[in-house]
């Protein structure tokens, strides 16, 4: 079993359906309306814990109806809650439209989120206990840093996604074992225009792992040759937390001690899995079901 400490965000995702995306200023019909427990911090945790970790998440949540779903959600999918504090404002929200075909639009309420600004000591422990600490940009930059630079000085392996994408600091990024962006985000992070050259940029403060959606990903370190793997071909329904999925399956997997290739297929596999499934959390896949998927793609 894999010991994963997740610092990141707990949103309730308020998801609506559509035909398609609006334009801007339009007004357009819906078809279905959920809420489903998410925030980037909070699937990266079911996601782990559904693949077989061992897995603690540290955050904060409203004192309130949709805090406590939350947190029943984390606890039914396995995962240790007992870091999870209750903060003086409403739980925090995604506003997500969700299109035929599975492109989405995400707006995020911080909430109870934003009062994360200090490493609690919580939190310290919580990582202090771990192998594997995953960060996540929808809490205050500073108890990121925070969290990153004390992992890092326990040599606990640190998996920063850079979302949602701003620069960084270099000092943060020597803190990062592992930084996984998509394309959009490491492009505006190194600060040029494409991709795999902003991947070899970061590479040089940490290993990079740059998630290309349909067509897979790309692993790149500062002094090996770049390692692919291809994504596996499905039809998306409903994208929302693919990369988060992604991270935590990512996640258990190396510190089960895999191989990064090995542990890349992994992940594509559970991400293939979730995007053939609506919603965020609810659509990550247990470890029984991405043994499947492999043995059949194999």
Do not use: W
């Amino acid at each position: 079993m894999a010991d994963v400490v997740v610092l990141g965000s707990a949103n309730m995702d308020l998801v609506v359906t559509t035909d398609r995306l609006p334009g801007r200023g339009e007004t357009i019909a819906g078809g279905t309306f959920r809420q489903v427990p998410g925030g980037k911090g909070a699937n990266q945790a079911i996601a782990a814990a559904r693949a077989g970790g061992t897995v603690r998440f540290a955050g904060a949540v409203g004192d309130d109806d949709l805090g406590r779903r939350i947190v029943a959600a984390l606890a039914s999918a396995g995962v240790d809650t007992t870091a999870v504090g209750r903060a003086g404002v409403p739980t925090g929200t995604a506003h997500i439209t969700v299109a035929a075909g599975g492109d989405n639009t995400i707006v995020v309420v911080p909430g109870a989120n934003g009062t994360l600004t200090d490493l609690l000591p919580a939190h310290a422990y919580a990582i202090a206990t771990a192998d594997t600490l995953l960060l996540q940009l929808e809490l205050p930059l500073p108890v990121v840093q925070a969290a990153a630079t004390h992992a890092h000085a326990l040599g606990v392996r640190t998996i920063l996604t850079p979302a949602p994408a701003r620069p960084l600091s270099d000092d943060l990024l020597a803190a990062v074992d592992l930084l996984v962006p998509n394309e959009h985000e490491a492009t505006l992070i190194a600060g040029v225009d494409d991709p795999y050259r902003a991947a070899q940029l970061l590479a040089k403060h940490c290993d990079v792992l740059l998630t290309l959606g349909e067509r897979g990903a790309v692993h790149v370190t500062a002094d090996a040759e770049p390692v692919a793997v291809p994504a596996f071909p499905v039809t998306a329904v409903d994208t929302t937390a693919a990369g988060d999925t992604f991270v935590g399956v990512l996640a258990v997997a190396l510190a089960a001690g895999a191989a990064m290739p090995d542990a890349m297929r992994r992940a594509s596999a559970a991400a293939a899995l979730s995007v053939q499934q609506p919603g965020a959390s609810d659509s990550a896949p247990t470890a029984a079901r991405i043994d499947a998927f492999l043995g059949g793609a194999a």
